[in-house]
């Protein structure tokens, strides 16, 4: 039976990748070596890890100049969390934190132990459903940089526009859409994602930031955590996570091979569009996400009660469909459509959510 996957992370990478990653594991790029034998300071690696530079500085549409740095850490994006106040920010000049989500509060919660956050704005009141409206123009004064997470993973919310923070710097989690559609990078001066949802597997962290931010960097913080020694160190001040950065760079490739984010951008408008059309018209699931900061990664709606939302799940499970419970602090039903999720596997569900309904008295 066809599994469909619905995971929020590590999620479905494109069935295409996976073949190619298998195939070439035992010996990779006819070297007689897998890439998970290679050295990191190997010819063979610095191709891999400048192929993925340069696929992921095409894609996210960074200046061909050398002012932006790319690096590939691991830690994930929780590290960054910490190492973002440590490098930018001081008690003085904090970081000031949109808190939209679980995810964003504990980026504010790192800076604020280490005394460099304050919150600028919080949907907690609301339970995280809305985002600040659009247009809304960020400019905080004192601040070191302004921090959002652009797809609130848990509770389905994403931001359809980048906001203005003038010559603020404007830092961007983007864990959960990064690639999944244009976005205007000129607006941001450091991004990072964990790559377990659109990027690759787990244990590798994306960071794009602007040069200039190194010259404002703080003292005497660790190494291995200053910004700087990655890149001083041309991205090997330690050994990085080589496999899964070459299976980020087929995973990049593939997003090039598909059309780049415009392309790719559409599908995933039309495969969430989709799901929130079912909701909207059944009259028996319910969107938990306010309409205008809707997402088109992570579709979250509640049925009328926790045991038909029970029932339903395992319905799903028995479709093959996996990892469409709700997060734990939330509950409900969460169904996360990255990149390399087809179309057909929202067909599936939407064909399971008609017949569920149906059978409790709805009509479409
Ligand atoms: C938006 C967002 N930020 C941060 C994280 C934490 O990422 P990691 O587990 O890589 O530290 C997650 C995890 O799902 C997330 O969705």
Redesign the pocket.
């Known amino acids: 039976m066809a599994v469909h996957n619905f995971n929020?992370?590590p999620a479905a990478l494109p069935a295409s990748v996976l073949a190619k990653f298998r195939d070439s594991l035992i010996d990779t790029d006819g070297t007689g070596m897998s890439v998970l034998e290679w050295s990191h300071r190997s010819p063979e690696y610095d191709r891999v890890r400048f192929d993925a530079e340069a696929r992921l500085r095409r894609l996210l549409g960074l200046p061909g100049d050398d002012s932006w740095a790319v690096l590939f850490l691991q830690?994930?994006?929780?590290?960054?969390?910490a190492q973002i106040p440590l490098n930018l920010a001081d008690s003085a000049r904090p970081g000031h934190y949109l808190v939209t989500?679980v995810?964003?509060k504990?980026?504010l919660e790192e800076a604020e132990r280490l005394q460099r956050g304050r919150s600028l704005w919080s949907g907690k009141s609301e339970n995280f459903c809305a985002l600040p409206p659009n247009g809304v123009r960020f400019a905080a004064d004192g601040a070191a940089y302004v921090h959002l997470?652009?797809?609130?993973?848990?509770y389905g919310t994403q931001w359809a526009e980048l906001p203005d923070t003038g010559a603020v710097p404007l830092v961007c989690?983007?864990?959960?859409?990064i690639l999944s559609r244009p976005r205007p990078f000129e607006k941001c001066s450091l991004i990072y994602?964990?790559?377990?949802?659109n990027l690759g597997p787990?244990g590798l962290?994306v960071v794009a930031l602007r040069r200039s931010l190194l010259d404002r960097q703080a003292a005497g913080i660790p190494a291995i955590l200053d910004y700087r020694a990655h890149v001083e160190a041309d991205g090997l001040y330690n050994t990085p996570p080589t496999g899964a950065v070459y299976l980020m760079g087929l995973v990049l490739a593939w997003i090039e091979e598909e059309g780049g984010l415009t392309k790719v951008g559409a599908r995933n408008r039309q495969k969430a569009a989709r799901l929130y059309d079912t909701i909207d018209r059944s009259g028996f699931f319910r969107g938990t996400a306010a309409r205008d900061s809707r997402s088109d990664m992570n579709v979250t709606f509640r049925l009328p009660t926790e045991a038909l939302e029970k029932s339903f799940l395992e319905r799903a499970e028995r479709e093959g469909m996996v990892g469409l419970k709700g997060h734990r602090s939330v509950g409900g039903i969460r169904a996360s459509l990255y990149n390399a999720v087809e179309l057909v596997s929202v067909e599936a569900l939407v064909s399971v959510m008609h017949e569920f309904a149906s059978a409790h008295g709805a009509k479409f």
Do not use: E, H, R, V
Request: glycine share 16%; hydrophobic share 35%.
């Open positions: 929020a992370g830690g994930g994006a929780s590290l960054q969390f989500g995810w964003a504990k980026a997470c652009t797809n609130n993973t848990i989690d983007m864990s959960s859409d994602a964990g790559a377990q949802k787990s962290t």
